[in-house]
């Protein structure tokens, strides 16, 4: 049973250029979160999806970035015109439910570095 | 804003000896609360949570305290091992907000054979 599977581990992008960070869940899981870890800090909320549906993305800046689960193939993480300050580890997490405690598993996140 | 806070950027612990690991937090509201592992180049790993309604949970060689008034956790690790090296984080949700976690900044623990 695969756990959560995220591509690239590396993504190297100039300024302005556009990154795409895609994540499977693992199999059985429809809940999808986004994670940021900047550097010397902790992982920071950033969106939660479901199959088709943003249910919070309260944690997304308001400008570039966007999510998406399609009902077929990985979640999608993308975004637009980056600048250095994008800098940072992105980690996509699944679970099967939704409930106050529940465990979430991780992946190996993607490291995006901007030139 | 930081509403949960790690204040020990890193730990030495002695083999065999006992490790504890601090948090503090500022939302009276949050019901659940979750202890995290990461290793290096990996992502974090579930290591044990207690609701907001008990004030002690133990798994094996980890036992997570919840002190409610004073609004702070701590994990302790007894024996520590040196595989228990690693980066942990302490994280909180609020009722209904699920895998939405408000995680601290992280403590790295090293422990010495």
């Known amino acids: 049973n695969a756990g959560v599977m995220q591509n690239p581990r590396h993504l190297v992008r100039r300024r302005g250029q556009e990154a795409r960070l895609r994540c499977s869940p693992m199999?059985?899981?429809?809940?999808v979160y986004w994670y940021r870890q900047l550097p010397e800090e902790g992982l920071k909320f950033m969106v939660y999806?479901?199959?088709?549906?943003?249910?919070?993305e309260s944690g997304m800046p308001k400008e570039r970035f966007s999510a998406e689960f399609p009902k077929e193939g990985p979640s999608i993480l993308r975004i637009q015109q980056v600048v250095r300050g994008d800098s940072a580890a992105y980690f996509c997490?699944?679970?099967?439910?939704?409930?106050?405690?529940?465990?979430?598993?991780f992946g190996s996140g993607t490291q995006l570095s901007v030139l | 804003d930081q509403q949960v806070k790690q204040n020990s950027p890193s730990l030495s612990v002695q083999e065999g000896r006992i490790s504890i690991l601090n948090c503090d937090y500022t939302n009276s509201m949050f019901d659940y609360f979750l202890w995290y592992k990461k290793y290096p180049a990996e992502g974090p790993t579930f290591l044990i949570s207690?609701?907001?309604?008990?004030d002690k949970n133990e798994d094996g060689r980890f036992t997570v305290f919840l002190n409610k008034s004073a609004k702070h956790l701590s994990l302790h690790i007894v024996p520590s091992q040196p595989g228990d090296s690693a980066v942990y984080f302490c994280?909180?949700?609020?009722?209904?907000?699920?895998?939405?976690?408000?995680f601290g900044q992280g403590t790295e623990l090293s422990v010495k054979p």
């Open positions: 207690i609701s907001s309604i008990k």
């Open positions: 997490a699944s679970s099967p439910r939704t409930q106050s405690g529940e465990k979430l598993f």
């Open positions: 199999k059985g899981h429809s809940h």
């Open positions: 999806l479901q199959k088709e549906n943003i249910i919070d």
């Open positions: 994280a909180a949700s609020g009722r209904n907000q699920g895998g939405k976690l408000i």
